[in-house]
């Protein structure tokens, strides 16, 4: 079939979300935990779906569907729950890696020393992948840009990935420092470093926070303390979304490489936010109702984007709709008509279309322990929006009151990294901003001109 999917999943918030991501793709195949699948669901999905699991599934001589998928992190605590988790009877032990030592929340510790020790092992371990892949098409990687591993390893695993598959997608779903709530002290730093580094060797970062998503268990679940499992299955049904025109047929399928070349229009502006709709209760489900218009207006809501920025501060450049379920094209047209005729959703004057869609019929699926309600049909908003401008001016300021300072800075010094990295990283920062606040600004020169 061809056009496989390789999951990288880096550091401990990488591992945390791919492990809730493959419990929901095994559900969404009728694939047991062992990785078996059953004759009858075998059946129907060679005669429906043409096996659609070989995108992200190799199957063995035996039988047994194996995850397109890798796991990293510098220490053991993480990949050890998946080793002896329910989980551990369906990944290759060679997938799943680690060391003995973490990063301590050190970027250079996770790029210059302990990351290298563990390079070799994981570019082996991806070189095998490929290779049992008719047609690799992309590359998906789940890390932080706030912990040691996420951000310093992610950051060196990424430019010998860049090199050696130069023509491979690489889309990542990525972690945020988050504006108010912190899991490190260092985080600006390690946040703005691999920022610097992912302007060359990622085509599309998905951006998300902890805080943006805590707030949407609050106010849309009602869940009074989100744990990480609660978030971490939000994100699943996003990075399900973006690789389910992959597994299934739809009457307007949208191919991962589709996302770089209509979300970036230029190579830098490569950030886009997502948000997904309904996120609501099964409580809430009995009083709300669930059309295709209705679940539009709550994507684009700001209390449903999974970043704190407000996107009314800026202009839409690009916006991908990826519908599922009980979704027809003359609903979809008519739910983004009157989103167009919103005041608060503002596209730049430059990108008159706007919108990419896609439609696929798969219903969607939730875990049993999801908080989320059933519903016939769901959509994923992939925006990239120039307010997204505040969350590395939030960062920046961060990064600004520790480096004037020099706190901390010798920790990074120690493991083989230049003092200079650092004002070169947040020099390309502020170009990053420069970048977002011209694409901005350019329907006003256009406008002006005209």
Not at 162 to 187: D, G, H, M, N
Not at 249 to 274: A, C, K, M, W
Request: glycine fraction near 6%.
């Amino acid at each position: 079939m061809g056009r496989e999917c390789i999951s990288l999943q880096i550091g401990q918030a990488g591992c945390q979300m791919g492990n809730q991501l493959w419990e929901l793709y095994l559900l969404e195949h009728g694939i047991g935990d062992d990785g078996v699948l059953s004759p009858s669901i075998k059946e129907a999905n060679k005669r429906i779906y043409e096996n659609a699991y070989d995108t992200i599934f190799n199957e063995t001589d035996s039988g047994q569907l194996v995850p397109r998928a890798v796991f990293v992190d510098l220490e053991p605590t993480v990949t050890d729950e998946i080793r002896t988790g329910p989980y551990r009877s369906l990944f290759h032990p060679n997938q799943i890696i680690s060391s003995k030592e973490d990063a301590s929340n050190c970027y250079a510790r996770g790029y210059y020393t302990l990351g290298r020790e563990l390079l070799e092992e994981t570019m082996e371990n991806i070189r095998r992948q490929v290779e049992a892949c008719e047609t690799v098409q992309s590359f998906f990687v789940f890390h932080s840009f706030g912990g040691g591993t996420g951000s310093g390893f992610t950051s060196l695993l990424l430019d010998h990935v860049a090199q050696e598959f130069t023509s491979k997608t690489r889309l990542a779903c990525a972690i945020y420092p988050s504006p108010t709530i912190s899991t490190a002290i260092v985080e600006p730093y390690n946040a703005v470093l691999l920022t610097h580094t992912s302007m060359e060797n990622m085509d599309v970062v998905f951006l998300m926070d902890n805080q943006a998503m805590y707030g949407l268990c609050r106010s849309r679940l009602g869940i009074e303390r989100p744990s990480y499992a609660n978030i971490n299955r939000l994100v699943s049904h996003v990075a399900s979304a973006i690789t389910c025109s992959l597994r299934f047929s739809g009457s307007l399928n949208v191919d991962l490489s589709e996302f770089q070349t209509n979300l970036v229009p230029y190579p830098r502006i490569h950030f886009p936010v997502t948000a997904l709709g309904p996120v609501r209760s099964p409580e809430q489900a009995y009083r709300e109702n669930n059309s295709v218009r209705q679940i539009t207006e709550q994507a684009f809501s700001k209390e449903n984007l999974f970043l704190t920025c407000d996107p009314s501060h800026g202009r839409y450049m690009a916006c991908g709709l990826l519908y599922r379920g009980d979704v027809i094209p003359k609903d979809v047209n008519a739910a983004i008509a009157d989103i167009k005729q919103k005041r608060t959703v503002q596209f730049v004057s430059w990108c008159p279309t706007g919108f990419k869609v896609g439609i696929n019929h798969r219903l969607p699926v939730f875990a049993p322990q999801s908080d989320l309600a059933i519903t016939t049909r769901m959509v994923t908003v992939l925006s990239n929006n120039t307010s997204i401008g505040e969350v590395w001016e939030v960062l920046d300021r961060k990064f600004d009151l520790l480096f004037r300072k020099r706190a901390f800075v010798h920790w990074y010094v120690n493991d083989c990294m230049e003092e200079g990295e650092f004002s070169e990283a947040r020099e390309n920062l502020d170009a990053l901003e420069e970048d977002y606040r011209s694409a901005y600004d350019m329907g006003d020169d256009l406008n002006d001109e005209i």
